[in-house]
């Protein structure tokens, strides 16, 4: 085991300015060079490992918006086939190329990850329960594999409801009881559909080769932090223990075999660690202008997008009204490789409403305009206005740039 104070004492493999840090860790997930356009959303999944899904849908729903931000205008129905295979009634088996399951969050993983996340289906087995209660869960469990067996992929409202009736956590014993099988790998996510879960049978939706759990726990957390540490380049301990939401003594125990090698971060107070790969190839191309979802795996750790980038985001929509700073869903702008502002967009027929904007100062101008024609322009808006700034002198700018 290499605790962080056992890496303190270990020569690092390279020092590097907070500068180059920053760019490897761009150009790792994929915001830095040439977009991989062969391999589209698809390659987009892979490389990061993980893409968060949530329910609020502004532009697009933040999974959209993921691929969007490395590759430019990629279509709605291409991202939702790059994640899941549907299975049209009485088609042959297909199996998907991603999968749901809890990682950072709930995320579109890659199908090539399943034996991986064998370790936590076995502590959610081992821990017997949801934190929602059955009255009688095999009986339960029992009706929805029978469901599905004989029936093939369903909706939670399609087994039978998904909510009593109350608030929306409220849910239903069929709903309490797919979810668990979906915890302990009986069952998969095998897509959305309008927004709702679609569960099969894992066995069915799994491809063979994948379809086990025989990976120890070691094993299993030592590929998961190999990954987080080549999807961000470069990352402290607290930083890949965040990507799957794993606990620091996890990481702690598997370093050593990850192939991550110490670095020296110039401003870093803590050990980091690098991709290998990622030191040995020289960081250089084009940076991406492009709106980022809060949910991105680029910023969705709080504390590593201030140490890298300098800049403090935090998600608002849950935040009441008059308490938001930078509105409900404010989207930072990555020009350059740094964070020059943020955006919280709203759509009001064909136009794209920037409902309140706020910049870094007038070298941000023209990115922001740039970002906000190309949003528009995605989500099929064929103007864009603003409603707010908290700079005159700036809105006034934009305005004329947007022009």
Same mark, same amino acid.
């Given at each position: ?37 062969? !391999? ?67 995320? +579109? ?26 009255? @009688? ?14 029936? !093939? ?60 759990? @025989? ?9 998961? +932090? ?6 961000? !380049? ?7 223990? @965040? ?15 990850? !192939? ?64 938001? +700073? ?78």
């Amino acid at each position: 085991m290499t605790t962080p104070a056992q890496a303190k004492g270990r020569t690092p493999e390279a020092r590097l300015s907070a500068d180059e840090a920053r760019r490897l860790a761009l150009r790792a997930q994929g915001l830095l060079g040439a977009p991989d356009r062969r !391999g589209g959303a698809r390659g987009v999944l892979r490389r990061l490992g993980a893409v968060q899904l949530d329910t609020i849908s502004v532009l697009a729903r933040s999974h959209e918006l993921v691929p969007y931000a490395r590759l430019g205008a990629v279509g709605r129905a291409e991202v939702e086939a790059a994640y899941w295979t549907p299975r049209p009634a009485g088609a042959p088996t297909s199996h998907p190329h991603g999968f749901e399951y809890w990682s950072h969050a709930a995320c +579109v993983l890659p199908i090539e990850e399943w034996p991986h996340f064998a370790f936590r289906r076995r502590a959610f087995q081992a821990r017997g329960h949801r934190w929602h209660v059955m009255e @009688d869960a095999e009986r339960s469990c029992a009706a929805v594999r029978d469901r599905l067996t004989a029936e !093939g992929p369903l909706t939670a409202t399609e087994l039978g409801g998904a909510k009593n009736g109350g608030e929306w956590y409220d849910w239903s014993e069929t709903k309490i009881a797919v979810e668990w099988l979906l915890d302990t790998g009986e069952v998969v996510c095998t897509e959305r559909r309008g927004w709702k879960r679609v569960y099969d049978l894992a066995e069915r939706a799994v491809p063979d080769a994948l379809f086990h759990d @025989d990976l120890d726990d070691a094993e299993c957390m030592r590929r998961l +932090v190999a990954q987080a540490g080549a999807a961000m !380049g470069v990352a402290t301990r607290a930083d890949l223990a @965040d990507y799957h939401r794993l606990k620091a003594e996890q990481v702690d125990a598997v370093i050593e075999g990850t !192939g991550l090698v110490p670095v020296e971060v110039e401003g870093w107070s803590r050990p980091a660690w690098a991709d290998p790969a990622a030191l040995a190839a020289p960081v250089r191309g084009r940076h991406r202008t492009t709106l980022l979802s809060p949910f991105d795996s680029l910023i969705w750790d709080r504390p590593r997008t201030e140490r890298i980038f300098g800049f403090t985001h935090r998600l608002e929509a849950y935040t009441p009204k008059a308490r938001r +700073v930078h509105g409900y869903f404010a989207m930072p702008l990555l020009t350059g490789g740094r964070l020059a502002g943020r955006v919280d967009p709203g759509r009001e027929g064909r136009t794209l409403v920037a409902r309140q904007v706020s910049l870094d100062g007038v070298k941000a101008v023209a990115p922001m305009a740039q970002a906000l024609r190309e949003a528009a322009e995605w989500v099929g808006c064929d103007s864009v206005r603003i409603e707010r700034c908290d700079d005159a002198r700036l809105a006034a700018e934009l305005v004329t740039a947007l022009g």
